[in-house]
């Protein structure tokens, strides 16, 4: 079994199928009694098990299997299979990350009837490499990978929200790793992040609309759209900015949107960025957190007596490598979670990839409402590793050679991992 065999099979395969086919060549090859799919769901907190394409009743909520504590979330944390085998007759599992340039896409199952080789384990590695493209492929052909992802209906402001989010809510590139994370409020309150890579800088948005429901959800479609068209046109952040502004008064929406843009060269590093009445953004550099304090610009839209369309001034920022940057809304400092150190929790996240360090303050705001909030909670974490290196190690955090051995030293406790 190739890699280039299992993207092949994909293909040929309709798209709602290609998975079921590449479990079935697993099955046939490693005499594996099941192999299965786990997608992550949008929060990020959970899995939901893809069945065969037959069996897939997307008319019904997904069956949510949360991650926290397990086999599974062990293996998303630290992006390395796992083996377990319980010793006797049992059947050897093996858990497999399935990531795209640091996009969690999901984990890849297996129920082996014996320890597997480095070899197989090589071959269990590839094919969950392939598993990130397979899914990234045809999840724009079918609705089945986006209801797995949903573990309860959204509302209509929800989806609206969802399809403005980048595609992969990750990215890892030779000199950064970003990702976001966003948790809803009861009544969605129009929040978005958005980056971008161009061949030398990338480009980050987090954006905030005013209101609730459907009515926020069309101001940020209508800001993010505004933001997209104005950068794919080779704009500058201040030219973005007023044309974000321009679209909020020439279109006659009521309200306003705050917002921050950043903009990173990957060529020498310089860093600006522009502040739309936005939270001020947070900076750990050394194990020390800093608010960076910007000049205040006003919100996209917002009409002030003289009717004038807003200025918006482009800012510089020091960004070294090694700094960790944290963008937020206003949802992160509700009143809810006023009694959070946030600075705090950021130390003691910075060791997570920005995917888990995301997903770690966002729980805790989440927590700290008691599972319900006022306003959209939004976090975006990026790692700036500077511009010396030009390539990304893709092998990084992927060596599944690792994991490809039980213990030796006899049977583990049910339940236990045992990695050579």
């Known amino acids: 079994m190739t890699l280039a065999g299992a993207l092949e099979a994909a293909e040929a395969a309709a798209p709602v199928e290609s998975l079921d086919v590449v479990a079935r060549m697993l099955r046939e090859r490693l005499g594996a009694a099941s192999v299965s799919f786990l997608i ?20 019904e909520p997904a069956q949510r299997i949360p991650l926290r504590g397990t086999l599974y979330d062990d293996v998303i944390r630290s992006q390395r299979p796992r083996v377990e ?8 599992r093996v858990v497999a990350p399935v990531t795209n340039r640091g996009d969690a896409v999901g984990l890849l199952e297996l129920f082996l009837p014996g320890a597997p080789s480095a ?13 990130a493209y397979i899914v990234i492929a045809n999840r724009s052909h079918t609705d089945v990978y986006q209801w797995g992802r949903r573990t309860k209906p959204l509302s209509l402001a929800a989806e609206i929200q969802h399809r403005l989010l980048p595609a992969s809510l990750a990215c890892e590139a030779a000199q950064f790793a970003v990702a976001g994370a966003l948790e809803p409020a009861d009544h969605v309150g129009g929040d978005t992040f958005d980056y971008v890579i161009d061949r030398d800088t990338v480009q980050l948005s987090v954006t905030d609309a005013m209101g609730h429901d459907v009515d926020a959800a069309l101001l940020a479609t209508l800001v993010v759209g505004a933001l997209r068209r104005a950068r794919r046109a080779g704009a500058d952040l201040a030219e973005q900015a007023r044309q ?42 050394d194990g020390e957190v800093q608010e960076i ?21 482009v ?9 960790r940057l944290i963008m937020l809304t206003d949802g992160v400092l509700e009143r809810s979670a006023e009694n959070l150190d946030l600075s705090d929790l950021i130390i003691r996240s910075r060791a997570l990839h920005p995917r888990e360090a995301a997903r770690t303050l966002i729980k805790a705001i989440v927590d700290a409402g008691h599972g319900h909030l006022d306003d959209d909670a939004t976090v975006m974490c990026l790692d700036w590793h500077g511009v010396a290196n030009s390539e990304r190690d893709a092998a990084h ?13 006899g049977p583990p406790a049910p339940g236990r991992m045992t990695t050579a």
């Open 244 to 285: 974000a502004d321009r679209a909020m008064r020439d279109h006659g929406r009521i309200g306003y949107v705050t917002g921050q843009l950043l903009r990173i060269s990957l060529i020498d590093g310089e860093t600006e960025f522009v502040n739309a009445g936005h939270p001020w953004p947070l900076r750990m550099r």
């Open 293 to 313: 304090v910007p000049e205040v610009d006003l919100p996209f839209g917002l009409r002030t007596q003289t009717s004038r369309a807003n200025t918006y001034r």
């Open 315 to 323: 800012q510089t920022l020091d960004l070294r490598p090694g700094d």
């Open 397 to 409: 955090g992927a060596n599944l050679t690792d994991a490809s051995q039980p213990s030796s030293t």
């Open 40 to 59: 992550t769901d949008f929060s990020g907190s959970s899995v939901v098990r893809l069945g065969a394409a037959g069996s897939v009743e997307i008319g």
């Open 119 to 131: 070899q197989v384990m090589r071959e269990i590695g590839e094919t969950a490499h392939a598993l």
């Open 85 to 92: 085998d319980r010793g006797g007759r049992e059947l050897v």
